[in-house]
């Protein structure tokens, strides 16, 4: 490509470098922000998202049996507002039955059975699994049929675990911080 010469002999940018260059920045900043469509409520802006920032979620548009998608750390999260029918059957299971065992209650934090959060990567090789699909009503992964319960967690397929909790905090009745834990941590919940 054309490149200027200094006085010194030393390669300089032309102008229509400088015009590509910032074409390209521009667009790059247009990639970014279509990549954040899903994200209820961003504080930070997306330079300190990216670098690891807590995220707040807003809950009151989430109807129950609604499941939103977010990122924090470049990783996709389901937030999941369950309705009574979800909690019960959620609750309602032999623990010695499950792959990786784990209780409701260590999966959510107290007083707010409703709100599920967990990482939105299947736990066999990563795929996104589908909400509110498969035998068990939670999410069905299209890739190798992995299910999934209102809980999260694995209940068939080839994935060894359960969909991990990240860790997330209360800071109203309806909005919640992810990457900052509470006090009230899911004792079993895969980091
Ligand atoms: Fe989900 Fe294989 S990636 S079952």
Redesign the pocket.
Known sequence: RDLATTATGAPQHTRRDFMMIATGAVGAVGVGALAWPFVASLAPDAQTVAAGAPVEVDLAPISPGQIVKVFWRGKLIFVRNRTEEEIKAAQDVNLASLPDPQPDSARVKEGHPNILVVYG???????V?LGNEGPFHGWF??????VFDTSGRVRG???PINLPVPPYTFVSDTKIRIGEESNAAPKAAHA
């Not at 990567?121 to 795929?127: I, Q």
């Not at 992964?141 to 992995?146: A, D, K």
């Open positions: 990567n299947c736990t066999h090789l990563g795929c699994p992964c299209p890739c190798h049929g992995s397929g080839p994935a």
